[in-house]
T-cell receptor
Framework: GAVVSQHPSWVICKSGTSVKIECRSL??????MFWYRQFPKQSLMLMAT?????????EQGVEKDKFLINHASLTLSTLTVTSAHPEDSSFYIC??????????????FGPGTRLTVL | QKEVEQNSGPLSVPEGAIASLNCTYS??????FFWYRQYSGKSPELIMS????GDKEDGRFTAQLNKASQYVSLLIRDSQPSDSATYLC????????????FGKGTLLTVNP
């Protein structure tokens, strides 16, 4: 149980285009989803926290107009990187937390999306 | 500024030995503590959670928590080459948003 999927697993795009990444909780309802970014040989950096049906809360230094987050249902959150540039190339990982029990106390991670902007 | 500190390693142990990973945290009100394993190029995988002082065992893994010392550790018994990965310590400060603060991770190498 507590499976989180992400799509796509990798994407290559041209500079200036927008990329949408989907994060789904497959076997539980995720009231909260988190979006992280990880550069090579660095730790996870939290970008934003999204709660179902409300606006995402962004961490300091993360541009909310560049990284659009939508959490429209209890099983789906999306991250759109708008007008992507090479410096946005990174490993984007989502995690999800449920409402009770084990999934209520712990975050479960998706497999990640590797974005390369040319 | 909440901080989670880990020895970056690399920590190298022979197969069959005990690997000991350590973590300290700065926020005294932290309530939940987690160890994640991350293989190169993959996302983190939760391997242990601990919420109260003392030891918690799960198979070859034992997590130890000492809130007074703001210290949490992970012991891996009978280490296997497949345990070679980066181990991330994560702390939840207990806020309603359940955000985790991650350490930078310790790279563990288990030599056959």
């Amino acid at each position: 149980g507590a499976v989180v999927s992400q799509h796509p697993s990798w994407v290559i795009c041209k500079s200036g285009t927008s990329v949408k990444i989907e994060c789904r909780s497959l076997d539980f309802q995720a009231t909260t989803m988190f979006w992280y970014r990880q550069f090579p040989k660095q730790s996870l950096m939290l970008m934003a926290t999204s709660n179902e049906g409300s606006k995402a809360t962004y961490e300091q230094g993360v541009e909310k107009d560049k990284f659009l987050i939508n959490h429209a249902s209890l099983t789906l959150s999306t991250l759109t990187v708008t007008s992507a540039h090479p410096e946005d190339s990174s490993f984007y990982i989502c995690s999800a937390r449920g409402t009770s029990g084990r999934v209520g106390n712990e975050q479960f991670f998706g497999p990640g999306t590797r974005l390369t902007v040319l | 500024q909440k901080e989670v500190e880990q020895n970056s390693g690399p920590l190298s142990v022979p197969e069959g030995a005990i690997a000991s990973l350590n973590c300290t945290y700065s926020d005294r009100v932290s309530q939940s503590f987690f160890w994640y394993r991350q293989y190169s190029g993959k996302s983190p995988e939760l391997i242990m959670s601990i919420y109260s002082n003392g030891d918690k065992e799960d198979g070859r893994f034992t997590a130890q928590l000492n809130k007074a010392s703001q210290y949490v550790s992970l012991l891996i018994r009978d280490s296997q080459p497949s345990d070679s990965a980066t181990y991330l310590c994560a702390v939840n400060g207990g806020g309603s948003n359940y955000k985790l603060t991650f350490g930078k991770g310790t790279l563990l190498t288990v030599n056959p």
